[in-house]
C-alpha cells in the first residue's frame, strides 16, 4: 500500500465541451487548460477545478453578475491561498469532504477499508474523469412512470473520483434546472474492491458558502407546532438540524435558507438555499470555520449509520436541491415552489388540473363511522361544492378507537355491512371522487396482523416493544412485510373505485431493530416509495396525500409520489397562519392541504370566525373539516359561497407565484400574494394573527403585477372594491387594511382590466 497517494491525470472524455465552444443550450463548461468546471444557470453560477494533485476544489457558487462580458470562473491557483499552509487541510474546499487529513471537522463520506491489519479509514479522491448526461436520476428518484409537468430532459455533469490507493470510487453529481438556479446534488459510490467496505457516513453534498454567510433561517417544531421557521446566527463551529426517525419528522425540516446577517429581506439580497428530497433520516449540519468560511455537509443523519457495499457494489444517494438568487427569501422559495410543481409533484396527462376541493369526516366523526352518517356528510358536502370526500380512520377492521386494528386492512363489516360500495357508489353520484385513509406501516399489537406476525415488527429480541399511540412499526426491511402491504393495498384498490388515499404514518422508532440492521433507516423510506410508486403505476389515477400526525413527511422525497400534504393537525386558523407561513418558505401552495374546521377549535379551543378560517385554508388547497350537520341552512350557503369563491381563484392560488407582503415576525399579520405567471391575475391576502390595541398596519406594496396594466379588485362576491394600475399597487398597496383588528381577515381577487382609450 503506498504511503501517499499519486494522481495520474486522466484524459477527458467528452471531447464536445472545450473553454470556447459550448453546444447550443449547454449549460456545464469544462475548460481541460486549467481543469475548470462552469454550471452556468439562469441568474447565477456554480464553479469548481481539478488542482494539480486532481483534487476537486470548490470555486463560487453565486449569483452571476449583471452585464459580465463572461459567463465562466477563469480558475488558477489563487483560491486556494491562506497565509500557513499547514492550515489548508482545514480549510480546503473540497467539493466533498473526505475523512483523511483534517479529521477535526465535519465530513461527508467516512469508511472503513478492513483488508489491512490496522483498518484504513482515509479516502483521498482524485479526479478520474467527466461525462455529461441527460438520463442521469438520483436514488430513490420515482419509479412510477407518471410525467411532472415540465419533463424536459436536463444535463447531469458526472465528476468520476477515485482513490488511487484504495478500491473506492465516488461520482458527484450536479443535474442542473437552469431556469430556476436549482442544482440537484448527490452522490454515487462503488466498491471496485474484493473486500465488503463499511460506510459510516455518507452526505448527499458538500456545500460551501461564502465568508460569513451566516444568518439561517429553517423550520422547527412539533405536532400541531410545525414549520416555526426561526432565524438565528450560526456559531463558530456547528450548527445541525436533523431528524432521527424513519419520517421527515415534526422537529426540524429538512430546508434551509442562508445569507449573510442584515444583507437579505423578503424581496432583496443574495439568499442560498437547500432542500432534500429524501424523508428518512436526515441531517444538515453547518460549520462556521475560524475563516469565517461556512461550509455544510447535507444528506443522511450519521447518527446509527451503517451501510456496507459489498464488492462490486454502488450506492446512489438521493439529490439535495440547491440553488442561490439575488432576490431575498422570497426568491428563494419562489424558486423551490417552481421546481416542485414543474420537476417534482406527479402530474399525470389526464389528472386533474389542480387539486380538488376536499371534504374529511375526520374531525366530524372521529371513529364513530357509519355508512348512513357518511352517506349524509357526502350529500352535504356535495351541495356545498366540495369534490373529494375521505372517509378518514375507523372504517376497517376492529378499528372502533385507536387501540386496536391497525394492520387489518378489510372493511369492517360493523360498519359498512355491504362494504365501502354503496358509500363509494353515493359519492361519485354525487360528482365528487372518494378518497379512504390509511396507515400502512403501522399494526397494533391487538390485530389479526400481529398475532400471526409477531416477528414483523420493528425489535430487538427479547427486548421491550415502545407503543406509542398504542401501536408498533412493521419492518420495511423486511422484503415480505413490503410485499404483504402492497398486496393488500392493490386488492384494496382493485376493488374499490378508490380515487385518493391518505396515508398517514402515526409514531416515531424507538427500537429500530430490523433484519436488515442499521441500514433500516434508509430502507424504511425506500419501502414506502415502493409501495407508492407501484401503487401509481397500477392505478394511474390515484391521488394520494401524505399525512404523518399533520405535517410530518414533507419534503420533495415524497411530494415525487404524492399530490398533497397534511400540513398539520392543527387547524386552528390562528396558528394555521403562522404553520403555512413557516410551510410557504420551501413548498408550494398546491401540495398544502388547509382545512376549514369548526368555529370553537378541536385542538386549541380558540373561536374564530368563519372569513378568517376560510381566508387563511384557501392560502393552499382548500379542504373541509366540520362537521356539516352541526350548520344550519345559511351557515351552508355560506360555505357554498367560500368554496365557488376558491375555484375561482384556485388557479392562481395554486400555480401562482408567491410573495410575502407582510410577514408575522414584523406585524403579528400575514399578507400575502399569490400571481399569475402572465400577471393577469392576482390574489391578495390579509390575516391578523395577533392584535394590539393601536396597531396600525402600513399598506403592503404588491409585487410581480404589469405596472403599466390596469387592475380591478374584487371580494369574494364579485364586488369591486378598488381600481388601480399596477404602479400604483405595487408603490402604494391596496387601502382599507391599517385598522384590522383581532382575527380580521379578507381575501381579495386582482384581474388585469382593458379600460376605454
Ligand atoms: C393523524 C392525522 O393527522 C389525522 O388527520 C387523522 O387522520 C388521524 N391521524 C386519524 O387517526
Not at 224 to 244: C, D, H, N, V
Request: hydrophobic share 40%; with cysteine; net charge negative.
Amino acid at each position: 500500500m503506498p504511503s501517499c497517494v499519486t494522481w495520474v491525470k486522466p484524459p477527458v472524455e467528452s471531447a464536445t465541451f472545450t473553454s470556447t465552444h459550448f453546444p447550443t443550450g449547454t449549460m456545464i463548461h469544462f475548460d481541460p487548460t486549467t481543469n475548470t468546471f462552469n454550471l452556468v444557470l439562469a441568474t447565477s453560477l456554480y464553479a469548481f477545478r481539478a488542482d494539480d494533485e486532481g483534487r476537486l476544489l470548490h470555486m463560487a457558487w453565486a449569483p452571476r453578475p449583471v452585464g459580465a462580458p463572461t459567463d465562466l470562473v477563469l480558475g488558477g491557483p489563487g483560491f486556494d491561498s491562506l497565509p500557513r499552509a499547514d492550515e489548508l487541510p482545514l480549510t480546503r474546499r473540497f467539493e466533498l469532504n473526505t475523512f483523511c487529513d483534517s479529521v477535526q471537522q465535519e465530513v461527508a463520506l467516512k469508511v472503513t477499508f478492513r483488508d489491512s491489519p490496522i483498518p484504513i479509514r482515509d479516502v483521498r479522491l482524485r479526479y478520474a474523469g467527466h461525462e455529461i448526461v441527460t438520463d442521469a436520476q438520483p436514488g430513490l428518484a420515482p419509479t412510477h412512470g407518471q410525467p411532472t409537468a415540465v419533463s424536459t430532459p436536463r444535463e447531469t455533469l458526472r465528476v468520476r473520483l477515485a482513490d488511487p490507493a484504495q478500491p473506492l470510487e465516488v461520482t458527484l453529481c450536479y443535474r442542473l434546472t437552469p431556469e430556476h438556479d436549482i442544482i440537484e446534488r448527490w452522490v454515487e459510490i462503488a466498491n471496485t474492491g474484493a473486500q465488503p467496505i463499511e460506510v459510516e457516513a455518507l452526505a448527499f453534498a458538500t456545500l460551501h458558502f461564502p465568508n460569513g454567510t451566516t444568518e439561517l433561517t429553517s423550520a422547527a417544531g412539533w405536532w400541531t407546532r410545525e414549520f416555526t421557521a426561526t432565524r438565528e446566527r450560526l456559531p463558530m463551529g456547528i450548527r445541525s438540524i436533523e431528524q432521527r426517525s424513519l419520517q421527515t419528522g415534526h422537529y426540524a425540516n429538512p430546508f434551509f435558507l442562508l445569507n449573510r446577517p442584515g444583507q437579505a429581506w423578503e424581496e432583496t439580497g443574495v439568499v442560498y438555499f437547500g432542500a432534500l428530497a429524501y424523508s428518512g433520516a436526515w441531517r444538515i449540519v453547518f460549520e462556521q470555520l475560524f475563516t469565517l468560511d461556512v461550509r455544510c455537509q447535507v444528506g443522511y443523519n450519521p447518527f446509527d449509520f451503517g451501510l456496507t457495499l459489498m464488492p462490486g457494489e454502488r450506492h446512489i444517494t438521493p439529490a439535495v436541491v440547491i440553488g442561490v438568487c439575488a432576490e431575498g427569501w422570497g426568491g428563494a422559495s419562489r424558486r423551490l415552489h417552481a421546481f416542485a410543481l414543474e420537476r417534482v409533484l406527479p402530474r399525470p396527462a389526464d389528472g386533474p388540473a389542480f387539486r380538488p376541493v376536499l371534504y374529511n369526516s375526520w374531525e366530524a366523526t372521529y371513529f364513530n363511522l357509519s355508512l348512513e352518517g357518511q352517506i349524509a356528510l357526502a350529500r352535504k358536502a356535495a351541495t356545498i361544492g366540495v369534490e373529494l370526500f375521505c372517509v378518514d380512520d375507523g372504517w376497517f377492521g376492529g378499528r372502533r378507537h385507536d387501540r386496536a386494528g391497525l394492520g387489518d386492512w378489510f372493511v369492517s363489516p360493523e360498519v359498512f355491512p355491504e362494504g365501502l360500495e354503496p358509500l363509494i357508489a353515493e359519492v361519485h353520484r354525487l360528482g365528487m371522487q372518494f378518497g379512504l385513509w390509511v396507515e400502512p406501516e403501522m399494526v397494533n399489537p391487538d390485530s389479526e396482523l400481529y398475532r400471526a406476525h409477531p416477528d414483523w415488527v420493528l425489535h430487538f429480541p427479547g427486548r421491550p416493544r415502545t407503543e406509542w399511540r398504542f401501536q408498533l412499526m412493521l419492518d420495511f426491511g423486511r422484503r415480505e412485510v413490503v410485499e404483504h402491504i402492497y398486496g393488500v393495498l392493490h386488492s384494496l384498490l382493485s376493488r374499490y373505485a378508490i380515487d385518493f388515499l391518505k396515508w398517514d404514518m402515526n409514531r416515531y422508532a424507538t427500537e429500530p431493530g430490523s433484519v436488515v440492521g442499521r441500514a433500516i433507516w434508509q430502507a424504511h423510506t425506500a419501502g414506502v416509495y415502493e409501495i407508492m410508486d407501484r401503487l401509481r403505476r397500477a392505478f394511474p389515477h390515484l391521488q394520494i396525500e401524505s399525512c404523518a400526525s399533520g405535517g410530518g413527511r414533507i419534503d420533495l422525497g415524497i411530494l415525487a409520489r404524492t399530490d398533497q400534504v397534511w400540513t398539520s393537525d392543527n387547524t386552528d386558523a390562528y396558528d394555521r397562519i403562522r404553520i403555512q407561513e413557516g410551510y410557504s418558505l420551501a413548498y408550494p401552495a398546491r401540495a398544502m392541504m388547509a382545512w376549514v374546521t369548526h368555529a370553537v377549535n378541536h385542538q386549541t379551543g380558540m373561536t374564530s370566525p368563519l372569513s378568517l378560517r376560510f381566508d387563511v385554508a384557501m392560502r393552499g388547497s382548500l379542504g373541509i373539516g366540520a362537521d356539516l350537520n352541526q350548520l344550519d341552512e345559511a351557515e351552508l350557503a355560506e360555505y357554498a359561497q367560500y368554496i365557488a369563491f376558491y375555484k375561482r381563484i384556485r388557479p392562481v392560488v395554486q400555480g401562482g407565484r408567491l410573495y410575502r407582503l407582510q410577514r408575522l415576525e414584523e406585524y403579528g399579520a400575514s399578507v400575502i400574494e399569490y400571481v399569475s405567471p402572465d400577471r393577469r391575475e392576482a390574489v391578495y391576502s390579509v390575516a391578523v394573527m395577533s392584535y394590539q390595541q393601536g396597531w396600525v398596519r402600513p399598506p403592503a406594496p404588491l409585487c410581480g403585477l404589469d405596472p403599466d396594466a390596469m387592475y380591478s379588485v374584487t371580494d369574494r362576491r364579485g364586488v369591486e372594491v378598488y381600481r388601480a394600475a399596477g404602479l400604483e399597487l405595487m408603490t402604494a398597496g391596496i387601502p382599507g387594511d391599517a385598522f384590522g383588528g383581532a382575527a380580521y381577515s379578507r381575501t381579495l381577487y386582482l384581474r388585469q382590466i382593458r379600460e376605454p382609450d
